[in-house]
């Protein structure tokens, strides 16, 4: 079987870290969308208004250990999906040696607890026919399962029992660290993956995305004397009030929430040491370049270009704008796109991702190209075609413009068509800090728009070359001697698959 | 044994050299000229989902002309439709925030679509020009065919664990329709043509082997279209459309023998990489269909479902020795849909291949690993399952199976291919048919089917040489345990770590190949 590829579903080649519905998916519901954030004086409740595209009877709660929770009634007929988000990836990887460890930990999350040992609570869960899985990215740990709703209490009450009390030995981590280094091997022949990593690599120094999800293979093979580090990072990061537990599907939030807070509502805060503060990445001074040679069997030439972006902030102007970007010089209808692509095919395809990351990332820009073609003219295509966003003043790119703000609401609907699709989006726009206001925030921002905005974002983060990172990937005839390897080399990268 | 396969034995050796020649016998000339199957499912909300199924996958690939189904399929999306350019088609999705997956299977390709319910004129009409009147532009055609040659010098061999399974598979299906990758053979997609893809179309688009499924608000309870929506005319449209296709009779060639596989041999792919990969299995015959499918899904739920940490293999290998990232077993050519764990809808074989499937470990641990997922399976079959073990998969599954279909779209796509290839739905029906289920019948099954005295093996690794002296009958290869604890002594652990080290797979023949020879 394969699934081919047009051009616009390239982006599922290279898409490492995004979620089935992407943030700025949902964010693109429409000037529709109102949240009544009306907040009783706890602050404890917030109700959706009418008009919004979140069901009517969604209830959003934040329980007294600080855990958000929001419950979805959505028409998934006898189905649930129980989320569980952690505000932690491998950009909290502050300390030397513990690169990939939120990743590792994801693993450790499924070695059962004193009263649910791994054992037990795995055939629990195959009696309750739970399809379970996690991931991790540079922003979340995601903690995902989906069951028939009828057993959804007790999935609560098993789920609570982890997050509060998970068991951690020094044998489960030694061969759980065996797992984490076999998904580092199966990913090592991918130039996909590759190129992912020397992006990341070269564009930052100091601020841990610098490495990948996965971490790099030295601290990997560490992974198995890491019992203390994990019994610190469970205490530091897997806090009731760094989590949103999301339960969309056939479920009363009337009859759910109350069993919530009684399982969920006793996870409680541990005392842990200060996480070394996240170091912030000096500004960018000039254009960042490096190259990765392919040895590994045959290769098209691939091209990265990786442009730095402040942190998404909900309803911040700049991060509406920018979010529009990538559609604008890579979707179908991106000139781009049908000249690289479709005309003289000099490209395979090419994909552009926006900079939605918690902290200061990356907006993308990523390419196979057809072979022999060089790297160095398309990523001249690539920054013409940057230029033209701002020089284009046609009706045809206004058009564009028009084209894809109506595509992305439409595409939200389309995509939200199962309770984990729903989950992942009300999960991922909770990852920002501000509970659901981020919904609300980004339509508004987006819905506003216009070509000046566009223009101006453009101008003020891609023009430069001091904000620019461009790595490529070659075959051993096309390399250019005179560009430096990415400076840790090609680690792997994240996987968004999970545990299993 | 060889160090390398000659180019005649190669393509023996990768079943690249022709193809099954079965003889198809005639359908009725009645159900040719039916109209187009229909089905359809209600569904309340703003989306629409549409489905057409056609029995025209890469097992109906022309000899000579291994690709041309996949060709032509993504021709039919990306070629331009009626007047429409392919511009125009593209624009006109991009409008429609959607897009028509198309997914190419052995048996089926199928075109999915999901659509806002107000949007459905405009899709209907696009879809009816598609397959009445393909644009099959000519600079697509390069473009598509470009990809395919790529996909099959570079793509694949990007992934050392994709590289073992289509490498079992074409071994294993040798002479056979599988026996060719779905992008099609080295050499030959270059020279497929838009005259080719015409005749493809013609002869293998009819309305005999196309199904239409639909869910939404137009669809009533029985499946038909409700007078009272007004979508629904232009659903009749699109099925009126679908039913101007070729009347034309042609009966899919339907395989009818089962490759035999006599004892057990190995093929290493030398590959430059720092793994190693294994897979092994044999041929059955098994399709959904069978009256031991329900049996034996439930059987290779415990011992390896795809991606759960439950099964028997992943629990010994990876869970009590942390040789790798995981461990599965299989009764089906299994395809995932995206990231998720599920198989994808449209990809179904009515024959399949039983296999295992070991998560690439360092290449010191390989042999251990061969040698103990041998084991595992030779116990599996040997013993079955235990009362509880049977118990708790039939729980599991019975409830498990409405998770395969958690959205519309999914739901659709099992029901359309269910018609589309004549077997009962399994969302319907697996629930009841695993609960009938006993405890020696699906024992017995396993015992039918699964044979691992007579096995393929194919290792993907970067040290070749050094695997085949290896995993030679009379060396010993026992697990180092680097980072975590061996078992103490005396334990079972112990004792069935003594066992995997030492034996003997009983090799009839090993062979190696370089990667850069595969799939030509």
């Known amino acids: 079987m394969i699934s081919l590829p047009t051009a616009r579903r390239a982006l599922s080649r290279v898409a490492v870290t995004s979620s089935a519905v992407s943030r700025w998916g949902l964010c693109a519901l429409g000037a529709g969308l109102s949240l009544g954030l009306a907040l009783p004086s706890k602050a404890l409740a917030e109700e959706v208004a009418a008009g919004s595209l979140l069901p009517r009877d969604t209830k959003v709660v934040k329980l007294d250990n600080g855990l958000q929770v929001v419950v979805l009634p959505v028409d998934t007929p006898g189905l649930v999906s129980v989320q569980t988000w952690m505000q932690v990836g491998s950009g909290e990887e502050a300390v030397a040696g513990l690169t990939g460890f939120a990743h590792f930990f994801e693993h450790l999350m499924?070695?059962?607890?004193?009263?649910?040992?791994?054992?037990?609570?795995?055939?629990?869960?195959?009696?309750l026919s739970v399809d379970e899985n996690a991931w991790t990215s540079q922003d979340a740990t995601v903690y995902h399962l989906t069951a028939p709703s009828k057993n959804v209490v007790r999935l609560l009450e098993i789920e609570a029992d982890r997050f509060d009390a998970l068991t951690l030995d020094d044998e489960g981590v030694r061969k759980e660290a065996g797992a984490v280094y076999g998904e580092l091997r199966k990913g090592q022949a991918s130039p996909g993956r590759a190129l992912w990593a020397g992006l990341w690599a070269t564009a930052f120094d100091v601020h841990p995305y610098h490495h990948t999800t996965l971490g790099i293979e030295a601290d990997i093979a560490a992974m198995p004397d890491q019992l203390d580090a994990a019994r610190i990072f469970f205490r530091t990061w897997y806090r009731p009030d760094n989590a949103t537990l999301v339960v969309a599907g056939d479920v009363s939030p009337v009859e759910v929430m109350p069993e919530i807070e009684r399982t969920f509502g006793k996870w409680t805060a541990k005392d842990a040491p200060a996480w070394p503060a996240i170091p912030v990445e000096p500004a960018q001074d000039g254009l960042r370049r490096s190259q990765i040679v392919w040895d590994q069997g045959p290769v098209n030439p691939r091209l990265a270009i990786g442009w730095r972006t402040p942190a998404?902030?909900?309803?911040?102007?700049?991060?509406?704008a920018l979010a529009l970007v990538p559609a604008l010089l890579t979707s179908d209808i991106a000139p781009l796109q049908r000249k690289l692509v479709d005309d003289e095919r000099r490209a395979r395809w090419i994909w552009s991702g926006p900079p939605d990351q918690r902290h200061p990332g990356l907006l993308l820009v990523m390419s196979e190209l057809t072979e022999g073609e060089d790297v160095r003219a398309i990523e001249a295509e690539v920054l013409a075609a940057v230029q033209a966003l701002v020089d284009d003043d046609s009706d045809e790119a206004k058009a564009r413009l028009d084209m894809t703000r109506d595509r992305l609401r439409r595409e939200t609907v389309l995509g939200l068509d199962s309770p984990g699709a729903w989950g992942s989006a009300v999960g991922s726009a909770a990852l920002y800090g501000k509970g659901i206001d981020a919904l609300d925030a980004d339509v508004q921002a987006l819905a506003a728009v216009t070509s000046d905005d566009v223009q101006r974002v453009v101008r003020k983060y891609l023009l430069s070359d001091a904000t620019r990172t461009v790595v490529t990937l070659v075959p051993p005839e096309q390399a250019d001697d005179s560009v430096a390897a990415p400076p840790t080399g090609p680690e792997q990268s994240a996987d968004a698959g999970g545990a299993q | 044994?060889?160090?390398?396969?000659?180019?005649?034995?190669?393509?023996?050796?990768?079943?690249?050299?022709?193809?099954?020649?079965?003889?198809?016998?005639?359908?009725?000339?009645?159900?040719?000229?039916?109209?187009?199957?229909?089905?359809?499912?209600?569904?309340?909300?703003?989306?629409?989902?549409?489905?057409?199924?056609?029995?025209?996958?890469?097992?109906?690939?022309?000899?000579?002309?291994?690709?041309?189904?996949?060709?032509?399929?993504?021709?039919?999306?990306?070629?331009?439709?009626?007047?429409?350019?392919?511009?125009?088609?593209?624009?006109?999705?991009?409008?429609?925030?959607?897009?028509?997956?198309?997914?190419?299977?052995?048996?089926?390709?199928?075109f999915r679509i999901a659509v806002l319910t107000e949007d459905l004129p405009v899709v209907t009409s696009l879809l009816s020009d598609m397959f009445q009147a393909p644009g099959l532009d000519d600079d697509t055609l390069v473009r598509l065919r470009e990809e395919a040659r790529d996909a099959l010098d570079k793509g694949i061999l990007q992934d050392d664990e994709a590289t073992g399974l289509e490498v079992l598979d074409n071994l294993l299906y040798a002479g056979h329709p599988y026996g060719h990758s779905v992008q099609g053979r080295g050499g030959v997609v270059d020279t497929l043509t838009t005259a080719d893809v015409q005749r493809f179309l013609e002869t293998r688009y009819l309305r005999s082997t196309v199904v239409l499924g639909v869910a939404g608000v137009a669809v009533d309870a029985d499946g038909g279209w409700r007078a009272?929506?007004?979508?629904?005319?232009?659903?009749?449209?699109?099925?009126?459309?679908?039913?101007?296709?070729?009347?034309?009779?042609?009966?899919?060639?339907?395989?009818?023998?089962?490759?035999?596989?006599?004892?057990r041999s190995l093929l290493v792919v030398d590959k430059p990489t720092q793994v190693t990969g294994v897979h092994f299995g044999h041929p059955t015959e098994l399709h959904r269909g069978h009256p031991d499918w329900p049996a034996m899904l439930l059987a290779f739920t415990a011992l390896g479902e795809h991606r759960q940490g439950h099964g028997r293999l992943y629990g010994e290998l990876r869970g009590d020795r942390g040789l790798n990232y995981g461990d599965y077993a299989y009764i089906e050519r299994y395809e995932q849909a995206g990231w998720s764990s599920r198989q994808e809808t449209g990809t179904g074989r009515v024959q399949n291949p039983f296999y295992v499937w070991l998560r690439p470990t360092s290449q010191a641990d390989a042999p251990f690993a061969l040698r103990g997922a041998t084991r595992v399976v030779e116990h599996f079959v040997e013993e079955g399952l235990d009362a509880d073990e049977f118990e708790l998969m039939r729980t599991y599954l019975s409830g498990r199976v409405s998770l395969w279909a958690d959205d519309p779209g999914r739901r659709l796509g099992w029901a359309a291919e269910a018609v589309a290839m004549g077997w009962p739905d399994p969302i319907a029906t697996l629930p009841d048919a695993v609960e009938a289920l006993t405890l020696e019948e699906v024992n017995a099954a396993v015992k039918r089917h699964i044979h691992p005295e007579s096995m393929r093996y194919v290792v993907v690794t970067g040290g070749a040489d050094e695997l085949v002296e290896q995993?030679?009958?009379?060396?010993?290869?026992?697990?180092?345990?680097?980072?975590?604890?061996?078992?103490?002594?005396?334990?079972?652990?112990?004792?069935?770590?003594?066992?995997?080290?030492?034996?003997?797979?009983?090799?009839?023949?090993v062979r190696v190949i370089e990667s850069t020879d595969l799939f030509r």
């Not at chain 1, 499924?110 to 040992?117: A, D, L, Q, S, V």
């Not at chain 2, 060889?2 to 359908?27: T, V």
């Not at chain 2, 232009?234 to 039913?243: N, V």
């Open chain 1, 110 to 127: 499924f070695h059962g607890t004193e009263k649910m040992p791994g054992d037990v609570r795995e055939k629990e869960l195959l009696r």
């Open chain 1, 312 to 320: 998404h902030v909900p309803g911040d102007a700049d991060a509406a």
């Open chain 2, 1 to 110: 044994m060889s160090r390398n396969l000659s180019s005649l034995s190669l393509l023996c050796a990768l079943g690249l050299a022709g193809c099954w020649a079965g003889k198809p016998g005639p359908i009725p000339v009645d159900k040719a000229r039916a109209p187009v199957r229909i089905v359809g499912r209600p569904v309340q909300g703003p989306v629409t989902w549409i489905t057409v199924a056609v029995r025209a996958g890469s097992a109906h690939d022309p000899v000579g002309q291994e690709g041309l189904s996949a060709l032509s399929a993504r021709m039919l999306r990306e070629g331009g439709a009626g007047d429409r350019t392919p511009e125009a088609v593209d624009e006109l999705l991009y409008r429609l925030g959607t897009d028509i997956d198309v997914v190419v299977g052995k048996e089926l390709v199928t």
């Open chain 2, 228 to 263: 009272d929506v007004p979508s629904s005319t232009d659903l009749a449209s699109l099925h009126t459309a679908l039913s101007s296709l070729p009347d034309a009779i042609y009966d899919p060639p339907t395989p009818k023998r089962v490759p035999a596989v006599e004892g």
């Open chain 2, 471 to 509: 995993v030679s009958d009379n060396v010993t290869t026992p697990l180092a345990y680097s980072g975590s604890t061996p078992p103490a002594e005396g334990t079972e652990q112990a004792a069935e770590d003594a066992d995997w080290a030492s034996t003997p797979i009983g090799w009839d023949d």
